[in-house]
């Protein structure tokens, strides 16, 4: 099973950027589905960006245009560009990967996961 470290949440103000990554490691890390999801206490845990094993990637309508979702292969690395950052910015952020998914976006194909970063925007 893949192993998933996310690290570069923190508070910012609104407008701000941030940048997560994710560290993978036990596994072909090429052509597997990641994501990056986010969840709030008390709501479910929503998709907010995807890549899938051909390499198409999917965002969540509200973070089109201001999240940028990459993969560096050489490294096994995941990364979630946060650009533009609102209030409604603010969860815990998990990357995940699966070998097989049909959305990259839906929690339900994932079995690994990260522990989770904190991203806190403050208006």
């Known amino acids: 099973q893949l192993q998933l470290a996310e690290s570069g949440g923190g508070s910012v103000q609104a407008g701000g950027s941030l940048r997560l990554s994710c560290a993978v490691s036990?596994?072909?890390?090429?052509?597997?589905?990641t994501g990056w999801f986010r969840q709030v206490l008390g709501k479910e845990r929503e998709g907010v960006a995807g890549i899938e094993s051909d390499g198409r990637t999917r965002y969540a309508d509200s973070v089109k245009g201001r999240f940028t979702i990459s993969k560096d292969n050489t490294d096994n690395t995941l990364y979630l560009e946060m650009n533009s950052l609102k209030p409604g910015d603010t969860a815990m952020y998990y990357c995940a990967a699966a070998y097989v998914c049909a959305s990259s976006l839906t929690p339900l194909w994932y079995n690994s996961w990260g522990q989770g970063t904190q991203v806190t925007v403050s208006s």
């Open positions: 036990g596994g072909t890390f090429s052509n597997i589905c």
